[in-house]
Antibody
Framework: EVQLVESGGDLVQPGGSLRLSCAASGFTFSTYDMHWVRQTTGKGLEWVSAIGTAGDTYYPGSVKGRFTISRENAKNSLYLQMNSLRAGDTAVYYC??????????????WGRGTLVTVSS | SYELIQPPSVSVSPGQTASITCSGDKLGDKYACWYRQKPGQSPVLVIYQDNKRPSGIPERFSGSNSGNTATLTISGTQAMDEADYYCQAWDSSTVVFGGGTKLTVL
């Protein structure tokens, strides 16, 4: 079955760190760009990071310098290392597959998400 | 930074046509896509590259993009189409989402 399964979400104190994982199955993981997208409770979607097939990475200003995306193709896995967490980072974090390539980024497969709560 | 603006809500009667707009500066020069999200579920791609439908998405879903506005059109709207819809574009190696539109089928 083609799917993405996120894990690693937890309750963490402000200033703390957390590492999210995303396990891919049913497709050739190494040939796709991959992304993390988050959604705060009852609110909209926010792009968090991207990693290309060559390992190139991209971030929005809101997380640049605090979050690091990485991938391990041999394990069909995507990761998100989150440091210096803030209350505003509280959200459901989705892993998403991007088939767009040179035609631009969009997401044709999403995981079910993992909840990150930043609170003291 | 680039912004995409959507109406917060749209209402439609069953069997009628629903149109959801997404506005952004020169959006027609970029590719737009659309996602549907039902409560408690992950987003699902319904339109990509302005007007293409992924496999499994009904033909009643269509898209267009020109000038500053992209539009998602749902023809013959059904009760099952009630959901939040998000537009998305890509600009300067950054992904931008619209704020989302709640589609109500009355």
């Amino acid at each position: 079955e083609v799917q993405l399964v996120e894990s690693g979400g937890d309750l963490v104190q402000p200033g703390g760190s957390l590492r999210l994982s995303c396990a891919a199955s049913g497709f050739t993981f190494s040939t796709y760009d991959m992304h993390w997208v988050r959604q705060t409770t009852g609110k909209g979607l926010e792009w968090v990071s991207a990693i290309g097939t060559a390992g190139d990475t991209y971030y929005p200003g809101s997380v640049k310098g605090r979050f690091t995306i990485s991938r391990e193709n041999a394990k069909n896995s995507l990761y998100l290392q989150m440091n210096s967490l803030r209350a505003g980072d509280t959200a459901v974090y989705y892993c998403a597959r991007d088939p767009g390539g040179v035609t631009g980024w969009y997401f044709d497969l999403w995981g079910r998400g993992t909840l990150v709560t930043v609170s003291s | 930074s680039y912004e995409l603006i959507q109406p917060p809500s749209v209402s439609v009667s069953p069997g009628q046509t629903a149109s959801i707009t997404c506005s952004g500066d020169k959006l027609g020069d970029k590719y737009a896509c659309w996602y549907r999200q039902k409560p408690g579920q992950s987003p699902v791609l319904v339109i990509y590259q302005d007007n293409k439908r992924p496999s499994g998405i009904p033909e009643r879903f269509s898209g267009s993009n020109s000038g500053n506005t992209a539009t998602l059109t749902i023809s013959g709207t059904q009760a099952m189409d009630e959901a939040d819809y998000y537009c998305q574009a890509w600009d300067s190696s950054t992904v931008v989402f619209g704020g989302g539109t709640k589609l109500t089928v009355l």
